[in-house]
C-alpha cells in the first residue's frame, strides 16, 4: 500500500515556487467562504513515519491560510481530566465547530498504533479500535463533517539516511527526537500495523492520502492540492453530509406498544412511600460514598411523558446526596454553540469524572423524540441516530460508567388533566413554580401528538438496555 510513496517523488524549486502563490490565494478564499457558509466542520487527521514532514506541513498550512481559523490539536500522554473519562471524550471535547478547521496530531490513529506496535494490546483490541474509528468518523460525516485523513510516509532506507544526515550535522542534530530513535527500531512493525489500520478505514466518505515525505515542496503542493479541492467540492455540494436511502419503519400492525402496555393503575401508600423513599435515599447516599465508586462514574437519565414527575424524580433524588458529589444536566433547546457541533456533542462534554455523578433531565433520546415528533430533523437522522445513540452508550459502558436510563410515563386521559388544569392555573404560576413550570413551557405538545409520542422510543428500544419503564399516577 505504501509502495508508491516510496518511489522518490519530487517538485523542483522553480515549479514550486510558480505554484504556491496561486494556491495560497485559492486556499484562503475557500477558507473564508467555509466560514461565510458555516455549514460542515473541517477534520484533519495527521499520522504517518515520524520525520516525513508532518509538523513542517501543518506549520506550512497555517502560514499560507488564516491561522486564527484553524485549530492545531496534539493528543500526547493523556492528562488526569481524560484518563478519568471514557477515551473518546478528549477527541469530542476538541472537534472544530461549523465553518472552522480542526488539525489532529496523535489522533484516534496514533493510539492505536502506537499501542499495537509496543505490545500493549493484541490484534483483536486493534480491531475493535479500528471499528471505533469507523463508526465515529461515519457519524461525523453523516453530521457533515469534512474529514481529511494524511499519512506521510518515508521508506525504512530514506529514515535512516534522515537520521544518519541530522546525526552528523551539530546545527540540526536537535530535530532528532526520542520519538525518532524509537520507530526506527520499530519501522518494521508500525509500518505493518499502519497498513492493516489503513485498508480497515479509507472509506469513501474519508478516504486516506498517503503522501511521500522526501521532498518537502512535493509532499506541501499535495497536501494543499487535496485540501483544496476537498474544500471546493464540499462548499458547492447543495447538502452536507452522506446521501442515504431510507427504507420505511415497520411498526405494530394491532397497534399495540411498549408504552402501552405498562399497568397505570399500579398505586402506593403515601406513608409506605414516605419510608421507603428515606431508605432508599439513605442507600443511594452510601453506594456513592463506597470506595469502589472510584472506579465508576453514574448516570442517570430522566425521559418520558411531560408532567409525569421527571422534576420531582430528580429533586427526591437530589435531597439524598452531597451537592459536591453529582451534577443536573437539564437538555433544552440547542445552543448556537451546539448547534456548531455533532449532535452528541452537547452530550459527550457532560460526562462525568470517575466517583462522580451525572443526572440529565432529558437527554440523547431528543433526537428519536422531541427532534422526531416535532419535524426539527430529517428521517434519516432521527433512524441513524439510534445506532448512534446505542454506540455511544456502549462506551460508556466499556469505560466503567453505569448508566441508568428511567421512562416516566402516564396515560393519555392524564395528560389532558394535567394541561388543562396548568392552564386554568398559569395566571398564577408564582404561587406555585414547581406545578406549572414544565406544562408552561411545553404547552399542549405531547397531548395533541399522543400516538407519535406514545411509539416514537420503542422500535429500537433493546431488551434489557437499563430502560425502567416507570408509571406516575400513583406517586406520592
Same mark, same amino acid.
Given at each position: 500500500?505504501?509502495?508508491?510513496?516510496?518511489?522518490?517523488?519530487?517538485?523542483?524549486?522553480?515549479t514550486?515556487?510558480a505554484? +504556491? *502563490?496561486?494556491?495560497?490565494?485559492?486556499?484562503?478564499?475557500?477558507?473564508?467562504?467555509?466560514?461565510?457558509?458555516?455549514?460542515?466542520?473541517?477534520? +484533519?487527521?495527521?499520522?504517518?513515519?515520524?520525520g516525513?514532514?508532518?509538523?513542517?506541513?501543518?506549520?506550512?498550512?497555517?502560514? =499560507?491560510?488564516?491561522?486564527?481559523?484553524?485549530e492545531?490539536?496534539?493528543?500526547?500522554?493523556?492528562?488526569?481530566?481524560?484518563?478519568?473519562?471514557?477515551?473518546?471524550?478528549?477527541?469530542?471535547?476538541?472537534?472544530?465547530g461549523?465553518?472552522?478547521?480542526?488539525?489532529?496530531f496523535? /489522533?484516534?490513529y496514533?493510539?492505536?498504533?502506537?499501542?499495537?506496535?509496543?505490545?500493549?494490546?493484541?490484534?483483536?483490541?486493534?480491531?475493535?479500535?479500528? &471499528?471505533?474509528?469507523?463508526?465515529?468518523?461515519?457519524?461525523l $460525516?453523516?453530521?457533515?463533517?469534512?474529514?481529511?485523513?494524511? =499519512?506521510? %510516509?518515508?521508506?525504512?532506507?530514506?529514515?535512516?539516511?534522515?537520521?544518519?544526515?541530522?546525526?552528523?550535522?551539530?546545527? %540540526?542534530?536537535?530535530?532528532?527526537?526520542?520519538?525518532?530513535?524509537?520507530?526506527s527500531?520499530?519501522?518494521?512493525?508500525?509500518?505493518?500495523?499502519?497498513e492493516?489500520?489503513?485498508?480497515?478505514?479509507?472509506?469513501?466518505?474519508?478516504?486516506?492520502?498517503?503522501?511521500?515525505?522526501? !521532498? *518537502?515542496?512535493?509532499?506541501?503542493?499535495?497536501v494543499?492540492?487535496?485540501?483544496?479541492?476537498?474544500?471546493?467540492?464540499?462548499?458547492?455540494a447543495?447538502?452536507?453530509?452522506?446521501?442515504?436511502?431510507?427504507?420505511?419503519?415497520?411498526?405494530?400492525?394491532?397497534?399495540?406498544?411498549?408504552?402501552?402496555?405498562?399497568?397505570m393503575?399500579?398505586?402506593?401508600?403515601?406513608n !409506605?412511600?414516605?419510608?421507603?423513599?428515606?431508605?432508599?435515599?439513605?442507600?443511594?447516599?452510601?453506594?456513592?460514598?463506597d470506595?469502589r465508586?472510584?472506579?465508576?462514574?453514574?448516570?442517570?437519565?430522566?425521559?418520558?411523558?411531560?408532567?409525569?414527575?421527571?422534576?420531582?424524580?430528580i429533586?427526591? +433524588?437530589?435531597?439524598?446526596l452531597?451537592p459536591?458529589?453529582?451534577?443536573?444536566?437539564?437538555?433544552?433547546?440547542?445552543?448556537?454553540e451546539?448547534?456548531?457541533?455533532?449532535?452528541?456533542?452537547?452530550f =459527550?462534554?457532560?460526562?462525568?469524572?470517575?466517583?462522580k455523578?451525572?443526572?440529565?433531565?432529558?437527554?440523547?433520546y431528543?433526537?428519536?423524540?422531541?427532534?422526531?415528533?416535532?419535524?426539527? $430533523?430529517?428521517?434519516?437522522?432521527?433512524?441513524r441516530?439510534?445506532?448512534?445513540? /446505542? !454506540?455511544?452508550?456502549e462506551?460508556?459502558?466499556?469505560?466503567?460508567?453505569?448508566?441508568?436510563?428511567?421512562?416516566?410515563?402516564?396515560?393519555?386521559?392524564t395528560s389532558?388533566?394535567v394541561?388543562? /388544569?396548568?392552564?386554568?392555573?398559569?395566571?398564577?404560576?408564582?404561587? &406555585?413554580?414547581?406545578?406549572?413550570?414544565?406544562?408552561?413551557r411545553s404547552?399542549?405538545?405531547?397531548p395533541?401528538?399522543?400516538g407519535?409520542w406514545s411509539?416514537?422510543?420503542?422500535?429500537?428500544?433493546? *431488551?434489557?438496555?437499563? =430502560?425502567?419503564p416507570?408509571?406516575?399516577?400513583?406517586?406520592?
Amino acid at each position: 500500500m505504501f509502495e508508491s510513496a516510496e518511489i522518490g517523488h519530487a517538485i523542483d524549486k522553480d515549479t514550486y515556487d510558480a505554484e +504556491v *502563490p496561486a494556491l495560497r490565494e485559492a486556499l484562503l478564499e475557500a477558507q473564508f467562504e467555509l466560514k461565510q457558509q458555516a455549514r460542515f466542520p473541517v477534520i +484533519v487527521l495527521i499520522n504517518g513515519v515520524e520525520g516525513a514532514g508532518k509538523g513542517e506541513t501543518v506549520k506550512l498550512l497555517n502560514e =499560507w491560510m488564516d491561522p486564527r481559523l484553524i485549530e492545531v490539536r496534539t493528543f500526547d500522554q493523556q492528562t488526569d481530566e481524560e484518563l478519568a473519562r471514557p477515551p473518546a471524550w478528549r477527541y469530542w471535547r476538541a472537534l472544530p465547530g461549523k465553518g472552522r478547521m480542526g488539525v489532529f496530531f496523535g /489522533n484516534w490513529y496514533s493510539q492505536m498504533l502506537q499501542g499495537r506496535v509496543h505490545g500493549q494490546f493484541k490484534d483483536a483490541v486493534l480491531d475493535q479500535a479500528i &471499528s471505533g474509528a469507523e463508526r465515529l468518523e461515519e457519524m461525523l $460525516c453523516d453530521e457533515g463533517a469534512l474529514i481529511f485523513k494524511f =499519512w506521510f %510516509h518515508l521508506s525504512k532506507k530514506q529514515m535512516k539516511a534522515r537520521l544518519k544526515s541530522l546525526k552528523d550535522d551539530p546545527l %540540526h542534530s536537535w530535530k532528532i527526537s526520542p520519538l525518532d530513535w524509537q520507530q526506527s527500531e520499530t519501522y518494521d512493525r508500525f509500518v505493518r500495523f499502519g497498513e492493516r489500520v489503513l485498508r480497515r478505514t479509507s472509506r469513501d466518505y474519508a478516504p486516506w492520502h498517503v503522501i511521500e515525505g522526501v !521532498d *518537502p515542496h512535493y509532499r506541501s503542493l499535495a497536501v494543499g492540492r487535496i485540501l483544496l479541492e476537498g474544500l471546493q467540492n464540499a462548499l458547492k455540494a447543495k447538502e452536507v453530509g452522506r446521501q442515504t436511502h431510507i427504507a420505511p419503519l415497520g411498526e405494530a400492525i394491532d397497534e399495540r406498544s411498549l408504552l402501552g402496555s405498562l399497568d397505570m393503575t399500579l398505586r402506593l401508600d403515601k406513608n !409506605d412511600y414516605q419510608e421507603q423513599l428515606i431508605t432508599e435515599q439513605a442507600r443511594l447516599a452510601g453506594l456513592l460514598r463506597d470506595k469502589r465508586m472510584r472506579r465508576h462514574a453514574l448516570v442517570a437519565v430522566f425521559e418520558g411523558n411531560d408532567a409525569a414527575g421527571k422534576g420531582g424524580a430528580i429533586r427526591r +433524588v437530589a435531597a439524598a446526596l452531597d451537592p459536591r458529589q453529582y451534577r443536573i444536566v437539564p437538555i433544552a433547546a440547542p445552543t448556537e454553540e451546539e448547534r456548531a457541533q455533532p449532535y452528541l456533542w452537547r452530550f =459527550w462534554r457532560h460526562v462525568p469524572a470517575r466517583g462522580k455523578f451525572t443526572v440529565f433531565d432529558r437527554s440523547w433520546y431528543g433526537r428519536v423524540l422531541v427532534e422526531r415528533v416535532e419535524g426539527f $430533523c430529517s428521517t434519516a437522522d432521527w433512524m441513524r441516530a439510534y445506532g448512534e445513540i /446505542n !454506540d455511544f452508550e456502549e462506551q460508556l459502558h466499556n469505560a466503567g460508567v453505569v448508566v441508568v436510563k428511567f421512562w416516566l410515563s402516564i396515560d393519555e386521559q392524564t395528560s389532558w388533566s394535567v394541561f388543562r /388544569n396548568a392552564s386554568r392555573s398559569r395566571s398564577s404560576a408564582s404561587r &406555585s413554580p414547581r406545578k406549572t413550570g414544565a406544562t408552561a413551557r411545553s404547552g399542549a405538545r405531547m397531548p395533541r401528538r399522543w400516538g407519535t409520542w406514545s411509539i416514537a422510543p420503542v422500535p429500537k428500544w433493546r *431488551p434489557g438496555r437499563w =430502560w425502567k419503564p416507570t408509571t406516575s399516577a400513583g406517586r406520592g
